[in-house]
C-alpha cells in the first residue's frame, strides 16, 4: 500500500539555527499538509498546500515556516531561527482530491528536538 | 474555529470486551469525521471514518456513531485485542479543510 514517507525520523538542531524536514507523499495525491504534535499536546495544523501554492495556514505557520514542493515528489517545511518551543513531532500529510471529507494520509513523522 | 474533545484521555479493557470512545465537536458545518491510531514512534494511521451523511459505520471489529443534531461521534471496538492498545485520535473537518484533531485517548487492553 502507497505511503507518505518522512526524513529525517530525528533532526537535532541548535536554537537559532535552520531546519529543513522533507516529505514523499503518496503519488497520486494532490493536497499535502503540515500538522505538528508537541508532546502530550493534540495534532495541530500547521499549513495546506496545493497546485504549488499555501491554501490554508494557522496561527502557528508565521513568518519562521515556510513550505515548499522543489520537484513532482518531494514537499519540505522549513523553520528558520529555530526556537526550544519547536520540539514536536512533525507530521506530512497527503490526500488525493480536495474536499473536506477526503481521508489524509499520515507519515510517521520527524521528531525535531531544539537544543 | 473548530473544537473538538475527547473523552476518555485513559481507558483500560480487558481483553475481549469492548473500548467506546466519544468527541464532540463545535463547527456545525463540519462533515467528514475520521479516527486515527498511533503507535508508539509511527504516524497517526487511519482506521475508519465517517461521513456527516451517514449515521453509523463499521468495519469488522471498529465501528463509528454520528449525531449531527448532538455534535457528537464514538468509537467502538468490539472483541478488544492487544494489538488494540494504541493512542486514538478523532479529528472533523468542513468548510475548513484542515483536520483538527481531539486530545486523544490511551487504549491499553489487558490480557
Known amino acids: 500500500e502507497p505511503e507518505v514517507t518522512q526524513t529525517p525520523s530525528h533532526q537535532v538542531t541548535q536554537m537559532g539555527q535552520e531546519v529543513i524536514l522533507r516529505c514523499v507523499p503518496i503519488?497520486?495525491?494532490?493536497?499535502f499538509y503540515w500538522y505538528r504534535q508537541i508532546l502530550g499536546q493534540k495534532v495541530e495544523f500547521l499549513v495546506s498546500?496545493?497546485?504549488?501554492?499555501?491554501?490554508?495556514k494557522s496561527e502557528i505557520f508565521d513568518d519562521q515556516f515556510s513550505v515548499e514542493r522543489p520537484d513532482g515528489s518531494n514537499f519540505t517545511l522549513k523553520i528558520r531561527s529555530t526556537k526550544l518551543e519547536d520540539s514536536a513531532m512533525y507530521f506530512c500529510?497527503?490526500?488525493?482530491?480536495?474536499?473536506?471529507?477526503?481521508?489524509?494520509?499520515f507519515g510517521d513523522g520527524t521528531r525535531l528536538s531544539i537544543l | 474555529g473548530e473544537n473538538v474533545e475527547q473523552h476518555p484521555s485513559t481507558l483500560s479493557v480487558q481483553e475481549g470486551d469492548s473500548a467506546v470512545i466519544k468527541c464532540t465537536y463545535s463547527d456545525s458545518a463540519s462533515n467528514y469525521f475520521p479516527w486515527y491510531k498511533q503507535e508508539l514512534g509511527k504516524g497517526p494511521q487511519l482506521i475508519i471514518d465517517i461521513r456527516s451523511n451517514v449515521g453509523e459505520k463499521k468495519d469488522q471489529r471498529i465501528a463509528v456513531t454520528l449525531n449531527k443534531t448532538a455534535k457528537h461521534f464514538s468509537l467502538h471496538i468490539t472483541e478488544t485485542q492487544p494489538e488494540d492498545s494504541a493512542v486514538y485520535f478523532c479529528?472533523?473537518?468542513?468548510?475548513?479543510?484542515?483536520?483538527?484533531f481531539g486530545s486523544g485517548t490511551q487504549l491499553t487492553v489487558l490480557p
Open positions: 500529510a497527503s490526500k488525493r482530491t480536495g474536499g473536506g471529507d477526503q481521508p489524509q494520509h
Open positions: 503519488s497520486n495525491h494532490l493536497y
Open positions: 498546500f496545493y497546485n504549488n501554492e499555501i491554501s490554508e
Open positions: 479529528a472533523a473537518s468542513g468548510s475548513a479543510r484542515q483536520l483538527t
